[in-house]
Nanobody, 130 residues
Framework: EVQLVESGGGLVQAGGALTLSCAAS????????IGWFRQAPGKEREGVSC???????????YYADSVKGRFIISSDNANKMVYLRMNSLKPEDTAVYYC????????????????????WGQGTQVTVAS
């Protein structure tokens, strides 16, 4: 059974930083796509970042324009962990952040589509105070 568990959310002042963690289990951590999504109250779930295998032993990162240059996604395949380092946080980054996984590799046109991910974590709240 595939399971994803997020952690690391919390309350932070604007300009601060947080690192979210996604612990994955139940699947072989070789060819995969793991994405980070967020959903603020009254808004649709949106893609924040993704790391996807490209079928050639490489992991390709993707970022939403709104977080590019501030957020960094990384993975630890040995421990089946994916991290999202969030720097220079802004109040508009406030949302519930979800980790999602899929076995179909993603590219620049698909990584941010929530419906393209089969497995989801329960989410972790990130609140950025102004």
């Amino acid at each position: 059974e595939v399971q994803l568990v997020e952690s690391g959310g919390g309350l932070v002042q604007a300009g601060g930083a947080l690192t979210l963690s996604c612990a994955a289990s139940g699947f072989t951590f070789d060819e995969y796509a793991i994405g980070w999504f967020r959903q603020a109250p009254g808004k649709e779930r949106e893609g924040v970042s993704c790391v996807s295998s490209n079928g050639m032993n490489d992991l390709i990162p993707y970022y939403a324009d709104s977080v590019k240059g501030r957020f960094i996604i990384s993975s630890d395949n040995a421990n089946k962990m994916v991290y999202l380092r969030m720097n220079s946080l802004k109040p508009e980054d406030t949302a519930v952040y979800y980790c999602a996984a899929d076995f179909f590799l993603k590219d620049g046109t698909t990584w941010h589509v929530p419906g393209d991910y089969e497995y989801w974590g329960q989410g972790t709240q990130v609140t950025v105070a102004s």
